[in-house]
């Protein structure tokens, strides 16, 4: 079984507005103006039925280093987000989804709030977009008699 934010983050390479071979890292952002990763969170919420079945809300965040040297460049890193999010929404809509494997089902991937900017050097700022993925999971506990 592979990571779910290992799913996530090769779903997020799909987005067609990413610079183009610029990789989506892991719990990392490269010092390049663009690099890209996507971070585990804390946060994960399980309910779990009689039977093993959990619903898990797994939330994750996407975020890069940008310019921020001219007012236009960031205004571009707004509107890149506010798109990135209307692309999830329109994922969750058409029902595509990270692929999580055999014993996982997604339902839905969202942005859950704005991005936002963490911090601002001199010519750059790290972005991020809090988000979340909500799928289930297939019980393993067996029937009992």
Known sequence: MSSVIGAIRDYIQSYQALEKDVPVWVDMLGADVTSYSVHTMPGKIVEEDIIG??????????????????????????????????????????????????SRTAESIEAADLASI???????GIYQIICRLTYREKGKKPWRQ
């Open 118 to 124: 963490l911090s601002r050097a001199e010519d750059t």
């Open 53 to 102: 079945n959990k619903t898990v809300v797994y939330p994750f965040a996407f975020g890069s280093v940008e310019s921020t040297a001219e007012q236009i460049e960031t205004l571009e890193t707004a509107e890149f987000y506010e798109t990135f999010a209307e692309w999830l929404d329109e994922q969750t809509d058409a029902g595509i989804f990270p692929d999580l494997g055999a």
